[in-house]
DNA sequence: CGCTCCTTCTGTATCGTTCAAGATGGAGGC
DNA sequence: GCCTCCATCTTGAACGATACAGAAGGAGCG
């Protein structure tokens, strides 16, 4: 870590070096910078003036919150890795959502690596913080347990229910249910679903039974559960559909589980997409099959994350509010009034550009 | 905050009480936690087992960092409301990039919100960290100084140079210059320029003398100066060129500057703009004036952010290394070694769907 | 004048850990 | 049998601040 100090010998002043060099007390000079109601004005001015000569750096925060308890912020956990995080659209505007409340709280935000499950233990170990926003779909995912195990605040987002930790989310199932019952009602009866990953295995492919009876991802479940419900309650036999997983929320994965599901004899007028990005993915899937989007096939995605809306054409899909969840999971944690056990926001199904009647 | 623990009365155990209840002295806690090398393992497998049946969070993090000087994190300090922080896609690239670097370094990222000056100070004070990355454009903003107050490692990023600071960046100047003369070599004469603001005074409209002499973000001007180097080394007369400060780096703001200066009689060509968000603005302006990009009008950005490829037609600009920047300014701030002064990164030019010969 | 009250400042205890040095006890070598 | 050495564990002292209770001194008031 490079030196900026003037004197990187020795080493930073104290509270009580301030105190000393002006012959008053440690606590008057921590008054004087927490608590300026406490002393007389003239006295404040001249321990910032002696703090400023001696090159005091101000309160240390370690120190601080030692003695005070508080760190005055919130830890953000992310099942994946770090750089990923800050790829995702969806996730960036999960962050955008505590980022709006902890900046009016006058937090700040712990964005702690957890990509290695073992260095992770220790990073969330050694996160200065008030409380954890676990954002991360798989209940087993080991830093889950090493969150709990700090016994702070808690409040899980995506990740189903946990005892004892409020959790924020949506009716998955439900709204899934919905986008399918969309795609029915403008004729469709052939659907490809492409589907989020159901364990963390690195597979990619249709989803087995043995798959479906063992989950880590509940959503992804519900999700798939949720189009079923429509699929079923329109009549339709069980060979009207197919589910591809895929491995990872990335375009690509979405592309491929497209082309899988696009090269099937008899292939699927609509593509049910569990995120945007893999609709979008199935977007440029389609393309290069040469088949055109609305007209000769429909895709729904899944979030509404901004770029929905900038493709061509606007993808039809369900909105959730990624914002509005992180705020609510971050105003959870800060509030201590409000006991929420959990929070089940609303969906609406936004209607674009790819979704058409069939052919 | 929410409590989760079980018994939200009694204070968590310590060290302290896992030590008493076995009969061992702290350290050989701390060490079973920290150390498992220093002690046998069955004792360390009893120290374990007592610290999860007392309910022990492990080792307090305050008070490890106090005892120990370090955090294990970085400061990302941003000189706009964090919200915005996670809005702009040039500063998530860059939170990429810290945090690819973090992440192996095993360091946590902590983002401080910034918007309000006072409480900036303090949050910035109360942060507890081992270095800061300052992603600012303002020498004057007040974080900075809240920073350096700090006299913690710093590097600062796009905020040219403070003794003493490493910094990174790149040439602003030279890259404008190949921005302008790319347009030029295309045939272009007459020219508008859509700017970054020059002074955060929430001001947009023509650069006046006046703002040009008296800058508060000085790779504004760096960029104008580079652009005019080119267009003057052409020889074209001052009357040839107009420039639009915007008020932040939102699209609006390009549409509204483009407006601006296609209304104008004998419109410009071509157009500069500062920033790909911009630039995109100003294809929205060139579209709802019924001019289409490139054949009536050419555009450049800056930046080449990812959506820059995703519009139509792509967008021609100005490729900075938006994440190595970041993961340059980390590795700067991790590693004691290298001293380096400063660092400044190649760019270049990317030319896509937005340009073409002038008609 | 004596009492209370307020402002301003002081002293001591404590937050929970890690560090550096020291104690203990048994194994091994000569 | 004695010395050394290592592995294992303990002890006392910081780390740098804030909380809390209290002291000193002056103002206000009857």
């Known amino acids: 870590m490079s030196e900026t100090s003037r004197n990187p010998a020795k080493p930073a002043p104290t509270l009580n070096d301030v105190a000393?060099?002006?012959?008053?007390?440690?606590?008057?000079?921590?008054?004087?910078?927490?608590?300026p109601d406490q002393l007389s004005t003239e006295?404040?001015?001249?321990?910032?003036?002696?703090?400023?000569?001696?090159?005091?750096?101000?309160p240390n925060p370690m120190a601080r919150m030692l003695r005070t308890g508080r760190a005055e912020a919130i830890g953000f956990v992310f099942e994946d890795s770090?750089?990923?995080?800050?790829?995702?659209?969806?996730?960036?505007a999960f962050l955008q959502g505590v980022a709006k409340v902890c900046e009016e709280a006058g937090h700040s935000i712990l964005v702690t690596p957890a990509s290695n499950p073992d260095s992770a233990r220790a990073t969330i170990r050694a996160a200065a913080v008030d409380g954890f926003i676990i954002y991360c779909l798989s209940r087993d995912h080991p830093i889950v347990d090493a969150v709990l195990e700090r016994r702070l605040p808690v409040v899980s987002v995506d990740l189903g229910t946990i005892p004892g930790v409020p959790s924020v989310g949506i009716d998955d199932r439900a709204a899934a249910?919905?986008?399918?019952?969309?795609?029915?009602?403008?004729?469709?009866?052939?659907?490809?679903?492409?589907g989020l990953e159901l364990r963390n295995d690195g597979y990619a492919g249709p989803v087995t039974e043995e798959r479906r009876n063992d989950v880590a991802f509940p959503i992804s479940l519900k999700r798939i559960l949720g189009y079923e419900d429509s699929l079923k309650a329109a009549g339709l036999p069980a060979e009207s559909w197919a589910i591809e997983e895929c491995c990872g929320n990335q375009e690509?994965?979405?592309?491929?589980?497209a082309l899988r599901l696009l090269r099937e004899p008899d292939r699927p007028t609509a593509l049910l997409a569990m995120s945007d990005r893999l609709a979008i993915g199935a977007m440029k899937a389609a393309r290069s099959l040469g088949l055109s989007v609305p007209e000769d096939l429909s895709i729904v995605g899944f979030d509404d994350i901004p770029i929905a809306s900038r493709v061509d054409p606007g993808l039809t899909t369900i909105r959730q509010p990624l914002v509005e969840k992180a705020a609510a999971a971050a105003r959870m944690l800060l509030n201590t009034e409000t006991a929420?056990?959990?929070l089940v926001l609303p969906t609406e199904l936004v209607v674009r550009g790819t979704t058409a009647r069939t052919p």
């Open 340 to 342: 929420a056990e959990s």
């Open 82 to 92: 770090l750089s990923y995080a800050f790829e995702d659209p969806a996730s960036i």
């Open 252 to 257: 690509q994965s979405g592309v491929d589980a």
């Open 43 to 58: 006295l404040r001015d001249k321990v910032m003036e002696a703090a400023k000569a001696l090159g005091y750096p101000g």
């Open 177 to 194: 249910a919905v986008a399918a019952r969309h795609l029915l009602d403008l004729g469709h009866r052939r659907f490809g679903i492409i």
């Open 20 to 35: 000393a060099a002006l012959g008053v007390s440690r606590t008057t000079v921590s008054n004087a910078f927490n608590r």
